[in-house]
């Protein structure tokens, strides 16, 4: 079994950063393509940003594109997701989750592909 713990969210004002962490434990984390997921109130759950297993490709949303970096550093067990120049409509709860059938730089974009998720952290930005 695998489990994703999160941390990293808070507070901010518009135009602040965060960096959110996903630290992972119970299968061999290098084996994992890895995603940040997003919900808000109201809102269906939505992708914002993937990395493969070893980190060399990466996949954004066109909303988060340019703002946020996802990466992973697989001796630490650990994603991140950088999210710089925050938004009103950032707000939202993050959701980290690891997909472990993907084929080495494959990573996926739907919520069904992936098996396991984090509990979530809230990130809310104000104007």
């Known amino acids: 079994q695998v489990q994703l713990v999160e941390s990293g969210g808070g507070s901010v004002q518009a135009g602040d950063s965060l960096r959110l962490s996903c630290a992972a434990s119970?299968?061999?984390?290098?084996?994992?393509?890895m995603a940040w997921f997003r919900q808000a109130t109201g809102k269906e759950r939505e992708f914002a940003a993937g990395?493969?297993?070893?980190?060399?490709?990466?996949r954004y949303s066109d909303s988060v594109k340019g703002r946020f970096t996802i990466s992973r550093d697989n001796a630490k067990n650990t994603a991140y997701l950088q999210l710089n120049s925050l938004k009103p409509e950032d707000t939202a709860v993050y959701y980290c989750?690891?997909?472990?059938?993907?084929?080495?730089?494959?990573?996926?974009?739907?919520?069904?592909?992936?098996?396991?998720w984090g509990q979530g952290t809230q990130v809310t930005v104000s104007s």
């Open positions: 989750a690891a997909d472990y059938d993907s084929f080495l730089v494959n990573v996926p974009i739907a919520g069904e592909d992936y098996e396991y």
């Open positions: 119970g299968r061999t984390f290098s084996w994992s393509a």
């Open positions: 990395i493969s297993q070893s980190g060399a490709k990466t």
